[in-house]
């Protein structure tokens, strides 16, 4: 069992007008976008964070720094397969057992997408989806999340490298 690791990862964006926001691989209709270097995606972000941690590869910071105008509007799911390419290089027995994701946002309402955003997750993570989870969370009009002025994921993988 020494080879089963635990990761943990998480991630915050402000909430902007004019930009799409983007969960989870999905790009969600709604008035408010995701305002970063990249597309926004905290619930990949907060997951590439969770795998490089339990394959101790660093963070998304230096895999794809913000400083590096390369990386910006960068599309979270190509960060996502060039995380996993970086892990099987380092592991060639990488394999992932579980995801579980949190999302906190006020609105809009999550319940309905997440049935896609979890098939859309186990499809770029090439497991099924019986090992992804999806949770929404509202923060109950405590700020920022609450006010509807940012969104943030917390993403918890078990990997086995």
Same mark, same amino acid.
């Given at each position: 069992?020494?080879?089963?690791?635990?990761?943990?990862?998480?991630?915050?964006?402000?909430?902007?007008?004019?930009? !799409?926001? +983007?969960?989870?691989?999905?790009?969600?209709? @709604?008035?408010?976008?995701?305002?970063?270097?990249?597309? #926004?995606?905290?619930?990949?972000?907060?997951?590439?964070? %969770?795998?490089?941690?339990? !394959?101790?590869?660093?963070? /998304?910071?230096?895999? @794809?720094?913000?400083?590096?105008? !390369?990386?910006? #509007?960068?599309?979270?799911?190509?960060?996502?397969?060039?995380?996993?390419?970086?892990?099987?290089?380092?592991?060639?027995?990488?394999?992932?057992?579980? /995801?579980?994701?949190?999302? @906190?946002?006020?609105?809009?309402?999550?319940?309905?997408? +997440?049935?896609?955003?979890?098939?859309?997750?186990? +499809?770029?993570?090439?497991?099924?989806?019986? %090992? $992804?989870?999806? +949770?929404?969370?509202? %923060?109950?009009? @405590?700020?920022? $999340?609450?006010?509807?002025?940012? $969104?943030?994921?917390?993403?918890?993988?078990?990997?086995?490298?």
């Amino acid at each position: 069992m020494n080879n089963v690791r635990i990761g943990q990862g998480y991630d915050l964006h402000r909430l902007a007008e004019g930009i !799409s926001l +983007k969960l989870g691989g999905l790009t969600i209709d @709604f008035d408010k976008g995701s305002l970063g270097h990249s597309d #926004g995606d905290v619930v990949l972000h907060a997951l590439i964070d %969770a795998l490089l941690g339990a !394959s101790g590869l660093g963070d /998304i910071g230096e895999l @794809f720094p913000d400083d590096d105008p !390369s990386y910006r #509007g960068m599309d979270s799911t190509w960060a996502l397969s060039k995380t996993l390419a970086r892990i099987q290089e380092n592991y060639p027995d990488f394999q992932i057992l579980n /995801i579980d994701a949190t999302i @906190f946002l006020e609105r809009p309402k999550l319940r309905p997408l +997440k049935e896609a955003m979890r098939n859309t997750l186990a +499809k770029h993570l090439g497991v099924a989806p019986s %090992a $992804v989870s999806i +949770k929404a969370k509202t %923060a109950e009009g @405590f700020f920022p $999340v609450g006010t509807s002025d940012a $969104v943030a994921a917390s993403v918890v993988c078990l990997v086995k490298l």
